[in-house]
């Protein structure tokens, strides 16, 4: 090689380390280079005195995981390693790298030492380490030796990037899959999958086990233990047409009989579902057995009762999941709105901000609104009822039923002088009643009638134990009758199904009738329709008569901002963090001293050291460990003179029975303002006080 050449040739070296330096150094992702030789020599030493294996010597001996650590020299690493663990400087990082390991740290090192060990140049893992101030986080661990290391040891190029969010991301999908498992395995039915190749059964539920006496394990896999227990005389029917449907790709529905494990015959009703690939081929079919036997003795009795149970089944199904689903969320709007509220109030009237939390809060409360739409169908939202009268509560909402419906449509009004009392509450009702006037109104595109009436019902079912508070065998019935276009048979029985709408895109979302349900089934109601296409449709909604007399309505003190404020200790325990850091910011903005807790095992041990008075302890109701209700007995157990507040994105039966407000308990429930919070802890400090200006028993 002559002169130009090698110097060309090290010129081309430098460039291409400078370029290698300046791609290092630059990189988004943390990079570290790192020289393992010493290592190798300690390795190569233990190798000598007889460690054959690496992986359990150091499982064995962790100081020697530490030993080995200490002798990796770190030649550089890039600013992003430094931003990554939350330090000032790369001095800084290199200074205190250790307080940033932990033991599952250790743990993925001795992996890589014995992938090195073992001649590989690459290796991956996950770890869990800290940075620089203290936060725990979860890393992804990218090892290779650089290409022109001289060997696996002396120069080893290692990536590293947080995931700690798709950990917890992960998590919470582990967490959903196992709450759709408990659900499903909660049903009053069989669930199955079977793939459609094969027939071999992927999944049954436990139930099967309580419907024919099998363990749910004797069913899967592809043997024949499933075939075997259908009955003689359906066995062949069935195979020929479940095999049919798979073949042609479609779903199986039908009836038929099978064997139990004590000779019994267990009518079944079978309906599965195709499950589709990409490309839409069948991967496999899901269903459900229901138990059908007891409804064979007239094909009659059997079509009605079928329809009756699939339909309370689905209901229960959808409002389990439908309320479940609410309550979560009301714990995010919760902290969305209020949060929004919160920075409304801070932001100046020219800030160009403004318009944006406004469009977050009003956002919010649309989703508040749907939430509790949610809530009223699965019969999980608060009540707080009052013994009160139809007759009042529909004269509440005259004005605004005239605005609503509009001038083509004829209201009149039939209500009962003589009108017995019920015990219910009255904002629930008036939704149910604008709920049927805005589907009587959609029903009389071109304008008609409709009637609102109210009666007293005798049902003839008078229970002669009695309460001492509702009338034994006495119901009040109200009534909305429009002249509209009516429904046929299949509309009337899905009528309270959610999402259920015959309306065109766009024009409903199908809660109306689902909420009127939730709300009339919730407090201790029923409800009928009668219709037919082109006769109109009339609901009829009967409510327990009661003889207490109709509590009057009395205006409730007005309360100034300042008023609102206090110096009282608060005890706050919530376990969505979001929440808790909404609710500390209202209180504290109020005056209040708050004493935080993400658990009640926390709370406790909170009360337990502190000296002082406790005036409040302001609680969720559905929380890990034990529910409000019981934190509060323990807690007033020593602490008789505490007062306590509950929030709940729904009433848990640990307040009520089927979520309905007993008047021993005050309860704001979720999403609620920074204002509205405010004014119920104020009321719940000066409990006595407010009840007694309101003419009401103290909470």
């Given at each position: 090689?002559?002169?130009?050449?090698?110097?060309?040739?090290?010129?081309?070296?430098?460039?291409?380390?400078?370029?290698?330096?300046?791609?290092?150094?630059?990189?988004?992702?943390?990079?570290?280079?790192?020289?393992?030789?010493?290592?190798?020599?300690?390795?190569?030493?233990?190798?000598?005195?007889?460690?054959?294996?690496?992986?359990?010597?150091?499982?064995?001996?962790?100081?020697?995981?530490?030993?080995?650590?200490?002798?990796?020299?770190?030649?550089?690493?890039?600013?992003?390693?430094?931003?990554?663990?939350?330090?000032?400087?790369?001095?800084?990082?290199?200074?205190?790298?250790?307080?940033?390991?932990?033991?599952?740290?250790?743990?993925?090192?001795?992996?890589?030492?014995?992938?090195?060990?073992?001649?590989?140049t690459r290796f991956a893992g996950e770890t869990i380490?800290?940075?620089?101030?203290?936060?725990?986080?979860?890393?992804?661990?990218?090892?290779?030796?650089?290409?022109?290391?001289?060997?696996?040891?002396?120069?080893?190029?290692?990536?590293?990037?947080?995931?700690?969010?798709?950990?917890?991301?992960?998590?919470?999908?582990?967490?959903?899959?196992?709450?759709?498992?408990?659900?499903?395995?909660?049903?009053?039915?069989?669930?199955?999958?079977?793939?459609?190749?094969?027939?071999?059964?992927?999944?049954?539920?436990?139930?099967?086990?309580?419907?024919?006496?099998?363990?749910?394990?004797?069913?899967?896999?592809?043997?024949?233990?499933?075939?075997?227990?259908?009955?003689?005389?359906?066995?062949?029917?069935?195979?020929?047409?479940?095999?049919?449907?798979?073949?042609?790709?479609?779903?199986?529905?039908?009836?038929?009989?099978?064997?139990?494990?004590?000779?019994?015959?267990?009518?079944?009703?079978?309906?599965?579902?195709?499950?589709?690939?990409?490309?839409?081929?069948?991967?496999?079919?899901?269903?459900?057995?229901?138990?059908?036997?007891?409804?064979?003795?007239?094909?009659?009795?059997?079509?009605?009762?079928?329809?009756?149970?699939?339909?309370?089944?689905?209901?229960?199904?959808?409002?389990?999941?439908?309320?479940?689903?609410?309550?979560?969320?009301?714990?995010?709007?919760?902290?969305?709105?209020?949060?929004?509220?919160?920075?409304?109030?801070?932001?100046?009237?020219?800030?160009?901000?403004?318009?944006?939390?406004?469009?977050?809060?009003?956002?919010?409360?649309?989703?508040?609104?749907?939430?509790?739409?949610?809530?009223?169908?699965?019969?999980?939202?608060?009540?707080?009822?009052?013994?009160?009268?139809?007759?009042?509560?529909?004269?509440?909402?005259?004005?605004?039923?005239?605005?609503?419906?509009?001038?083509?449509?004829?209201?009149?009004?039939?209500?009962?002088?003589?009108?017995?009392?019920?015990?219910?509450?009255?904002?629930?009702?008036?939704?149910?009643?604008?709920?049927?006037?805005?589907?009587?109104?959609?029903?009389?595109?071109?304008?008609?009638?409709?009637?609102?009436?109210?009666?007293?019902?005798?049902?003839?079912?008078?229970?002669?134990?009695?309460?001492?508070?509702?009338?034994?065998?006495?119901?009040?019935?109200?009534?909305?009758?429009?002249?509209?276009?009516?429904?046929?048979?299949?509309?009337?029985?899905?009528?309270f199904d959610p999402f259920f709408t015959t309306k065109?895109?766009?024009?409903?979302?199908?809660?109306?009738?689902?909420?009127?349900?939730?709300?009339?089934?919730?407090?201790?109601?029923?409800?009928?329709?009668?219709?037919?296409?082109?006769?109109?449709?009339?609901?009829?909604?009967?409510?327990?008569?009661?003889?207490?007399?109709?509590?009057?309505?009395?205006?409730?003190?007005?309360?100034?901002?300042?008023?609102?404020?206090?110096?009282?200790?608060?005890?706050?325990?919530?376990?969505?963090?979001?929440?808790?850091?909404?609710?500390?910011?209202?209180?504290?903005?109020?005056?209040?001293?708050?004493?935080?807790?993400?658990?009640?095992?926390?709370?406790?041990?909170?009360?337990?050291?502190?000296?002082?008075?406790?005036?409040?302890?302001?609680?969720?109701?559905?929380?890990?460990?034990?529910?409000?209700?019981?934190?509060?007995?323990?807690?007033?157990?020593?602490?008789?003179?505490?007062?306590?507040?509950?929030?709940?994105?729904?009433?848990?039966?640990?307040?009520?029975?089927?979520?309905?407000?007993?008047?021993?308990?005050?309860?704001?429930?979720?999403?609620?303002?920074?204002?509205?919070?405010?004014?119920?802890?104020?009321?719940?400090?000066?409990?006595?006080?407010?009840?007694?200006?309101?003419?009401?028993?103290?909470?």
């Amino acid at each position: 090689m002559t002169l130009t050449d090698r110097t060309a040739s090290e010129d081309a070296l430098r460039a291409s380390e400078q370029r290698y330096r300046e791609l290092f150094e630059e990189s988004p992702i943390s990079l570290w280079e790192e020289d393992f030789s010493a290592v190798k020599t300690r390795i190569d030493e233990l190798r000598a005195a007889g460690v054959t294996d690496l992986s359990s010597y150091f499982a064995a001996h962790p100081e020697a995981v530490l030993e080995c650590a200490r002798l990796v020299k770190i030649v550089q690493v890039n600013q992003a390693t430094v931003e990554l663990a939350e330090g000032t400087s790369e001095q800084e990082f290199l200074a205190n790298l250790g307080d940033t390991f932990t033991s599952e740290t250790y743990e993925l090192f001795a992996q890589e030492l014995v992938a090195l060990a073992a001649g590989q140049t690459r290796f991956a893992g996950e770890t869990i380490g800290k940075t620089l101030r203290g936060r725990v986080v979860n890393y992804a661990i990218q090892l290779s030796v650089a290409p022109g290391a001289k060997d696996t040891w002396s120069k080893v190029l290692i990536s590293v990037s947080e995931i700690t969010e798709r950990k917890r991301a992960e998590e919470a999908l582990r967490a959903a899959e196992a709450k759709y498992r408990t659900l499903v395995e909660q049903l009053p039915l069989v669930t199955y999958a079977v793939d459609v190749t094969s027939g071999a059964v992927i999944y049954v539920s436990p139930q099967i086990e309580e419907l024919l006496g099998y363990p749910a394990a004797r069913w899967l896999g592809e043997n024949e233990s499933w075939y075997s227990a259908l009955h003689p005389d359906d066995r062949d029917g069935v195979l020929a047409a479940t095999e049919l449907a798979h073949a042609e790709g479609k779903a199986f529905s039908g009836e038929y009989r099978f064997v139990a494990s004590n000779g019994s015959v267990v009518w079944v009703r079978d309906e599965a579902s195709i499950v589709r690939g990409e490309r839409g081929r069948p991967l496999f079919a899901q269903g459900f057995l229901l138990d059908i036997s007891d409804r064979q003795r007239t094909q009659e009795e059997h079509d009605r009762l079928e329809s009756e149970l699939r339909q309370a089944q689905r209901l229960e199904a959808i409002g389990r999941l439908a309320g479940g689903v609410a309550h979560d969320f009301n714990n995010v709007l919760a902290a969305i709105i209020g949060f929004a509220k919160l920075l409304l109030r801070e932001l100046p009237v020219d800030s160009p901000q403004r318009e944006r939390a406004e469009h977050i809060a009003r956002a919010g409360e649309r989703a508040a609104a749907l939430t509790q739409q949610l809530l009223a169908f699965s019969r999980r939202q608060l009540l707080t009822p009052q013994v009160l009268n139809l007759n009042d509560v529909i004269d509440d909402v005259r004005l605004l039923l005239e605005r609503l419906i509009g001038e083509d449509i004829r209201l009149e009004f039939e209500l009962d002088p003589q009108l017995g009392n019920v015990k219910a509450d009255p904002g629930q009702l008036e939704q149910v009643i604008l709920n049927l006037a805005v589907n009587a109104r959609d029903a009389m595109p071109t304008g008609g009638q409709l009637l609102i009436k109210t009666t007293n019902v005798d049902t003839g079912d008078p229970d002669p134990a009695g309460d001492g508070v509702h009338d034994p065998g006495a119901d009040v019935a109200f009534s909305i009758s429009d002249t509209g276009q009516g429904m046929d048979e299949n509309t009337q029985a899905h009528a309270f199904d959610p999402f259920f709408t015959t309306k065109e895109t766009g024009k409903g979302t199908g809660l109306g009738l689902a909420t009127v349900y939730g709300i009339v089934t919730q407090s201790g109601g029923t409800i009928h329709i009668d219709s037919a296409p082109g006769q109109g449709t009339t609901f009829t909604i009967q409510l327990p008569r009661t003889q207490s007399p109709a509590v009057s309505a009395t205006g409730s003190v007005e309360m100034t901002e300042e008023s609102l404020d206090g110096s009282e200790t608060i005890l706050l325990v919530e376990d969505d963090d979001d929440v808790r850091a909404f609710v500390k910011d209202v209180l504290e903005q109020h005056g209040y001293r708050v004493l935080v807790a993400a658990l009640p095992g926390e709370a406790i041990a909170i009360a337990a050291s502190c000296t002082a008075d406790i005036d409040v302890l302001l609680t969720d109701v559905v929380m890990p460990e034990m529910s409000g209700r019981e934190l509060c007995e323990a807690l007033t157990a020593t602490r008789p003179t505490m007062r306590t507040l509950y929030m709940s994105g729904y009433t848990d039966e640990a307040l009520g029975h089927h979520g309905v407000l007993g008047e021993q308990f005050a309860l704001i429930d979720k999403p609620f303002t920074a204002a509205a919070l405010a004014r119920k802890l104020r009321e719940t400090v000066e409990g006595d006080k407010m009840a007694s200006q309101n003419g009401e028993q103290p909470l």
